[in-house]
């Protein structure tokens, strides 16, 4: 399976990042070796195996609705960087996006 | 136009999203609270703190459960969670945690009456439950957008109805009708200036007869029914407009301009998000079983639906019935009094009558309402035995009691004065003394004048003080001119 380059530029996109033409390259190559080892599931036989979500067959593992406030505000914004006293602060963003 | 329009269907679906009212959040233990100090409900898991792990909060389950079985829906049995990826900074995961192949309802429909009064059905495609954003601020700092993050992780259920509204008037319905819903089952406070119900609206025309669907906008950022309403008929018009003028409708997302009743354009297609939704293996499945099914249902508090009929059955009309319902407090107030009385007319006029107009008043709800519906019960049993005049129950008595609501109602009329005479007996002396009193209009009166019925009332209601029963008064009079005829 060979990867284009649109669909490097793409998962690019979707991931935020920017790669130089060169960058491009080279991650081009390295998905290819990724996809390309994947791949040898595919010659596997796995009819009847679902695929693996979970790491136990644990269900219904619930919580109860209560309220345990153990995040100060301070504590929260800690590791901002970019904040005031109460907010994140980022950068302008216009149009707002997809909820 | 309006011919125009009549040859153009339009196809109109909607996305509600309903905020829940748990205390603590979908996925973390954090508060939920509406209006706290920004930043002050929020925990490493809201956060989106790497090494964190989510738990789902049951409660969202049986708010979901409760939803489904009152908008007839199937329970899913199995349900999963899954990712939905995209970049925003008020989602600080980078992904929401939401349903996406197994959403836990299915089917299902709302009953709404359409622009005529006529039932509809309108018809879901599903109910699933999912985390909320945080909230962005942009008006605040001018260079930059500041973000809250106590909305973040709060549960939603995002209600998706197959598109079958026709126009703006059954969006509205469909939405008052879904937040008295919610509001009765106590999974949220339906608020929409809250943000605690927000809807989106895909809306394309069609030319009358043909299968295809036409061009399908979102519209988005409407802040009360009316808008939604508002919104869809002015986007019925303009795509039919742009058709009709040559033009194409291009698929977008629209928002709404409150201030110009226009939509305009927010998004083209371009930036169509790619989601990459995927299990969410940080969430165990969660197992809906019949027998929890059935305990839900067995604890569900009562439905509009049911109490309309239950209403429409004890003799009440539509109008009375519907007014009785609109709200879950007024309805249960209701519910007390008829336990208390079995004059269920009675009793609908009186919420209908002197409870509301003074809530009105006082821009009360009816829950602060100071007397118990076992008094006004009282006041209506007083009422129908003819112990005081309707007048004086509803005017003099109800406002003493609303001062004093302790007082014992049977007291209160005695010594403000009120019972009526409606003993034969001590009546009768007053007859006998009217009829005295106007030899020459009794032969008037038995010569066919009946309307002097009125000038005897008037003296009887006179010597009494006022305290004879107009009722019994007057059978009284009418026996005596019969006996003397």
């Not at chain 1, 491009?24 to 596997?44: A, H, P, Q, R, T």
């Not at chain 1, 904040?83 to 216009?94: A, L």
């Not at chain 2, 738990?55 to 329970?75: D, H, M, P, S």
């Not at chain 2, 005017?395 to 005695?414: H, S, V, Y």
Request: hydrophobic share 35%; charged share 30%.
């Amino acid at each position: 399976m060979k990867l284009t380059k649109e669909q490097v530029e793409k998962l690019a996109h979707l991931a935020r990042l920017e790669f130089t033409e060169e960058q491009k390259e080279s991650m081009l190559n390295d998905m290819d070796n990724i996809l390309g080892f994947v791949e040898k599931i595919n010659g596997l036989n796995l009819e009847g195996i679902d695929p693996l979500i979970y790491m136990s067959d644990e269900v219904n593992v619930l919580r109860k609705d209560e309220v345990k406030q153990e995040t100060s505000k301070d504590d929260a914004l800690k590791n901002a960087p970019s904040k005031d006293t109460d907010y994140f602060k980022v950068p302008k963003i216009i149009n707002r996006g997809e909820e | 136009m309006e011919d125009i329009l009549k040859n153009y269907e339009p196809v109109i679906g909607l996305e509600i999203h309903v905020q829940l009212n748990t205390l603590s959040k979908a996925y973390s233990s954090d508060a939920t609270e509406y209006g706290a100090m920004p930043n002050t409900q929020v925990n490493m898991i809201s956060l989106g703190h790497p090494g964190t792990l989510p738990r789902v909060n049951e409660k969202v389950i049986e708010y979901a459960v409760r939803l489904g079985i009152a908008c007839n829906c199937t329970i899913r049995e199995r349900n999963e969670y899954a990712r939905k990826n995209y970049f925003y900074a008020d989602l600080p995961k980078g992904y929401q945690i939401t349903q996406d192949t197994t959403p836990i309802c299915n089917g299902g429909y709302v009953e709404i009456k359409d622009a005529d009064g006529k039932d509809k059905k309108i018809h879901l495609t599903r109910i699933h439950m999912e985390e909320d954003s945080g909230k962005s601020i942009h008006d605040i700092d001018p260079f930059n957008t500041l973000i809250d993050l106590n909305r973040a992780g709060v549960p939603l259920l995002e209600i998706v109805s197959e598109p079958e509204f026709r126009n703006g008037q059954e969006a509205y319905n469909y939405l008052a009708e879904m937040r008295k819903l919610v509001r009765y089952l106590d999974i949220s406070d339906g608020n929409m200036e809250e943000g605690s119900l927000r809807c989106d609206v895909n809306i394309s025309v069609r030319p009358v007869g043909r299968e295809k669907f036409g061009t399908k906008v979102e519209v988005k950022n409407m802040n009360s029914f009316r808008n939604v309403q508002k919104a869809i008929d002015y986007e019925i018009k303009r795509q039919v407009e742009l058709i009709e003028s040559g033009g194409e409708v291009v698929q977008q997302t629209r928002t709404f301009d409150a201030a110009r009743g226009s939509t305009m354009v927010l998004r083209a297609k371009e930036d169509a998000h790619d989601y990459r939704y995927f299990p969410e293996p940080d969430l165990q499945p969660v197992i809906v079983r019949e027998d929890y099914i059935s305990r839900v249902k067995d604890n569900l508090p009562p439905l509009p639906k049911e109490l309309f009929n239950k209403y429409r059955e004890l003799g009440l009309n539509e109008y009375d019935a519907s007014l009785l319902t609109e709200s879950k407090e007024v309805a249960l107030y209701f519910e007390n009094l008829i336990s208390h009385t079995g004059n269920y007319k009675a009793a609908a006029n009186w919420i209908m009558g002197p409870v509301k107009s003074y809530l009105n008043d006082k821009a009360m709800h009816i829950e602060a309402f100071p007397i118990t519906a076992e008094k006004i019960a009282q006041l209506i049993e007083m009422v129908d035995a003819g112990k005081v005049s309707n007048s004086a129950a509803s005017g003099e008595m109800f406002r003493a009691l609303i001062e004093n609501p302790d007082q014992d109602p049977a007291t209160l009329a005695k010594e403000m004065n009120l019972i009526q005479e409606s003993d034969a007996g001590a009546l009768m002396e007053h007859v006998h003394a009217a009829l005295a009193k106007y030899p020459e209009k009794v032969e008037e009166y038995k010569a066919g004048k009946k309307g002097l019925l009125g000038l005897f009332m008037g003296e009887v209601m006179k010597l009494s003080g006022g305290k004879a029963d107009p009722k019994v008064a007057s059978k009284l009079v009418q026996q005596e001119l019969e006996k003397q005829q």
